[in-house]
């Protein structure tokens, strides 16, 4: 159990010290290992655009309806809850790729009309491919800055209960695409503001909104 007293004079303002909020980035950049890995970032077009700035905002906040939660359960267990993403590079790549669609969808003179503001890219272009990878990336980013998030608070936690002891960090994304199989074939399910729920997957209900 965590004595108010240290919650409220050490755990609180050691997290709003390590972790910046809103627009505020670290002052030094993160260590590259914290970003994601795995990925030719030259071929990313609006990332690569973003890498320097990169390491100054992984395991920031941000601002909007982000947030982080120090919960109790009814078995007095501590829940540390993170929402949070890719700090605003998701809503670049979304937006770029947005006009790159609309701008094609008008030469294909296709049927779907612009009013309704859902130009689409084919699967197997080159546009979609790309779309496809930097969106991953962001996804990855999402994560990767969650993490580091996590790991910044269990340190102050440590540091204030030096006996405390952490299970395994729950993640869900809730703004994504995905290869999936439905009714017996291949689609690709875009989850905005949605989560998903499979048998047996563990959920979490943020406590604040």
């Known amino acids: 159990e965590i004595p108010v007293e240290a919650l409220r004079t050490q755990i609180l303002p050691a997290i709003r010290e390590r972790i910046p909020v809103g627009t505020n980035h670290h002052q030094v950049p993160q260590a590259e290992h914290y970003l994601p890995q795995g990925f030719n970032v030259a071929e990313l077009e609006v990332v690569s655009r973003r890498m320097e700035s990169l390491p100054y ?3 920031t906040l941000g601002g909007g309806n982000h947030f ?8 007095d267990y501590l829940w540390v809850m ?6 605003n590079l998701g809503h670049q790549v979304g937006t770029h790729y947005n006009r790159v669609a609309a701008r094609l969808n008008e030469l294909w003179h296709s049927s779907v009309s612009p009013s309704i503001q859902m130009p689409f890219l084919p699967l197997g272009t080159e546009e979609f491919n790309n779309y496809w990878n930097e969106m991953q990336y962001c996804v990855e980013f999402a994560l990767c800055n969650r993490k580091l998030i996590m790991e910044r608070i269990e340190e102050v936690l440590t540091e204030a209960i030096p006996s405390i002891v952490f299970e ?3 993640n869900i994304a809730h703004n994504y695409a995905a290869w999936e199989n439905h009714f017996g074939k291949n689609v690709i399910v875009h989850r ?14 943020p406590g604040s909104q």
Request: glycine share 14%; no cysteine; aromatic share 0%.
């Open 168 to 170: 395994p960090m729950i």
């Open 192 to 205: 905005k503001g949605a989560t998903k729920v499979t048998k047996g997957a563990i959920g979490i209900i």
């Open 82 to 87: 993170i929402h949070s993403g890719s700090r």
């Open 57 to 59: 905002e992984i395991g």
């Open 68 to 75: 982080i939660e120090l919960q109790r359960d009814e078995e």
